[in-house]
C-alpha cells in the first residue's frame, strides 16, 4: 500500500461496501473522540486563566472586537 493520501484513498476504493462501512464508523468515533480531547484541554486551559485571574468579561461589543 503506498502511504500518501491519494493511495489511502485508492485503496479505501477497493474494498468492499462493508469494510468501508466499517472504517467510516471508525473514523468518526476516532474523529468525534478527537474533538473532545480538544475541548477538555481548551476547557482546562481557560480554567486555569480564570483560577489565575486573566480571564476578562464584557458585554460591551467594542470592548469584545479589541480582545479578538
Do not use: C, W
Not at 34 to 39: G, H, Q, V
Request: hydrophobic share 35%.
Amino acid at each position: 500500500m503506498e502511504n500518501t493520501f491519494s493511495g489511502i484513498v485508492d485503496e479505501i476504493y477497493g474494498l468492499p461496501l462493508e469494510d468501508k462501512q466499517a472504517l467510516l464508523n471508525l473514523l468518526e468515533h476516532n474523529i468525534a473522540e478527537e474533538r473532545r480531547n480538544e475541548i477538555y484541554t481548551n476547557y482546562l486551559s481557560a480554567k486555569d486563566e480564570e483560577t489565575k485571574g486573566k480571564l476578562s468579561f464584557s458585554s460591551d461589543i467594542n470592548k469584545l472586537k479589541k480582545l479578538l
